[in-house]
Every structure is written in C-alpha cells, then in structure tokens.
C-alpha cells in the first residue's frame, strides 16, 4: 500500500516523547556563502546521532502482535535506530552489517544491544544473508528505507519543518535532503505536499552514488554497483520500489557534490553552528553552499541527516576546512 499523510501523521503520535524535535538552526555565516538565507535541520541531534531513529521507531511501534525481534541491514545509522528502539521496546535485534562500515556505527550498535553480523559488500549478498537468519531466528525485518512505516516515520521530519516554516514566516523554498535510498526524502516530500505545498524536496547524493539523480533524469530507476564511499550512510545502489513512485512525482533535479565539498560543509557546520555531521549527512549541506546557482529562492532548508563520524574522518574535514580559511 502507498504510504500516506495520514501514515505520517499517525508515526509522529506515535513517536511523541520518544524521538526529539529537532532544531532550524540558520548562520549569518553560511547565508553569505550561499547568497541567500541557510536554514539547518539538524538531524545529527536526534537519538543515537540521526533521523534513523524516527523510522526505527515509526516501524517498531507498528508490528503485528507475538514479534519477538527483528533484524535490519545497515552500514550504522539505521541499524543504531533499530537497535536503540529494539532495547526501548524489549525486542531482539540483529543487524547485518557491512566490515567496513565506519567502527563507531558498529561499536554503538553492538553498545545498544544489537546482535552484530558483518558481512563482505563485495562478495557476499547481505539481503540474502539477513533472509536467512530472519528464518533461521524468526525474526521480522526491518528494511532501512522500502518500507511504509519507516518511509512514514521519516516523514515526521516534514512535519516540523512545515510547522517551524510558518513559525519563521518562511515562503516558497527548496528543501535539500541527504538522500541513499529515498526514505527520508520520499517522507519529507509527502508531508510537504500536504502541509508546505510550496516548498519542494532536491535529493542530494555525492559523485559516482548519484543513482537517485540519474533516475529522476532519465524518468526511470538507475542502478549502481555497490562499493564503499566517503558517505557510506548514502551508498545505495538505487531508489527503492516504494520510494521512487514518490521521489519521481514530487521531486525537483537530482544535485550532486564532491567528496571536497562534502567535507568543506562538514568543517563550516563545526565552525558556524558547533555540529558535528558525518560526510554523508553533510551533502545537503555542501549543495546549499557550494552549489548556490543550483538551487532557487531567498531561503534553502537543508537536513543535516547524520553526525555519526569517525574521528579521523572528521579531522579530514576540519583541515579541510583550514585550507578554505588560509586560502
């Protein structure tokens, strides 16, 4: 079934005292990079680092009676959010796991409680891996993004940003997301058709993973070779089957940036609103600033989506960031 602004209206009752509202967050800084006003939703602040959280809980909250557990696939942000609302709800979780993903994502979901399985994302099929033990375990699964509750609870995301628009007196504006397979951009984009019509959502991926702009191009799902990136919480290989109908009807052009650029905004959201953001919760972030003639209007809200960043990563970024600043 298509998911729906009642879905989402329906995940946000339910994710009420448990998910955090998240702050808009602006700088007179970023706005005289970008030429117009930056508007930040920091999703970094959320539980256990992401907006992953809103779509664990959304999904988790909404299984059919007698589930003893669950198990997800994830490079980290969804499997902390699975993990986090697996323990809240006092349910088993296992979470297959690429072996490179970053060593902070696996050693906080191992922290919260979560059964790590890792797994080789060259050779080895991790969906087939996570169907087995789903049989194996009896346990149900948790998709990180083609999935109507968690595609519902990110959407709440949509709703406060509508809600904080009108409090801000903003118009028309274009809303950047970080977008891997499409859940949280899909969401937004629904919650906005019904609450914000004006504003429209532009999926922002890095170069060489930019399968979701290639498809909204083309009008039609383009697939690329699974292999590790800078941004490994975005790394898809495409759009999912309930996400893409949703992308394809409400979404703007597809932008793209560079791993430079990526880590640039990474460095300017440390220094000008104190956020730590992972490379892949910053490319919204990089668009907004780096790429100023993509973009239309006075305002731009961007969803910084994850600040789960090893430390060397994060010291590349902030000498990164040096570098702009000494010319």
């Known amino acids: 079934m298509p998911v729906t602004i009642d879905d989402i209206r329906a995940a946000r009752t339910r994710l009420a005292g448990h998910a955090r509202r998240t702050p808009l ?68 979780a296992v979470i297959v796991m690429p072996r490179d993903a970053p060593a902070i994502k ?32 009896g346990l149900m699964l948790i998709p990180p993004f083609d999935h109507p509750q968690v595609i519902a609870g990110q959407g709440t995301t949509g709703l406060e940003i509508a809600e904080d628009a009108r409090a801000l007196g903003l118009g028309p504006a274009q809303v950047l997301v970080c977008c891997g397979g499409g859940g949280l951009s899909a969401g937004i984009a629904l919650a906005l058709e ?19 702009a290639q498809s909204l191009r083309e009008g039609a799902v383009v697939t690329n070779p699974a292999r590790a990136g800078l941004c490994d919480a975005i790394v898809t290989p495409a759009p999912g089957q309930l996400t893409w109908p949703i992308l394809k009807r409400l979404c703007g052009p597809g932008l793209v940036v560079s791993d430079t650029d990526t880590l640039r905004a990474m460095a300017q959201a440390f220094a ?56």
């Open 25 to 92: 967050l602006s700088s007179c800084f970023l706005d005289e990079i970008a030429g117009r006003r930056v508007w930040v939703k920091s999703e970094c602040l959320q539980h256990t680092g992401s907006f992953k959280f809103r779509g664990a809980w959304s999904a988790l909250t909404a299984l059919p009676e007698g589930v003893r557990g669950v198990i997800a696939c994830s490079s980290g942000n969804h499997a902390q959010g699975v993990a986090l609302a697996a323990r809240m709800r006092g349910l088993e």
């Open 106 to 137: 696996i050693a906080n979901t191992r922290t919260l409680g979560a059964d790590v399985v890792l797994y080789d994302r060259v050779c080895e099929d991790r969906d087939a891996i996570a169907a087995r033990l789903a049989v194996e375990r």
């Open 194 to 212: 019904a609450e914000a019509p004006k504003m429209q959502v532009r999926t922002v991926e890095p170069e060489g993973f930019d399968d979701v």
């Open 272 to 327: 000008r609103l104190k956020l730590v953001l992972e490379p892949g919760g910053a490319v919204a972030l990089a668009a907004a600033l780096f790429q100023p003639d993509q973009i239309a209007g006075d305002d731009v809200i961007v969803i910084a989506s994850g600040g789960n960043v090893d430390s060397t990563v994060f010291q590349r970024a902030l000498q990164t960031g040096d570098r702009d600043a000494t010319g």
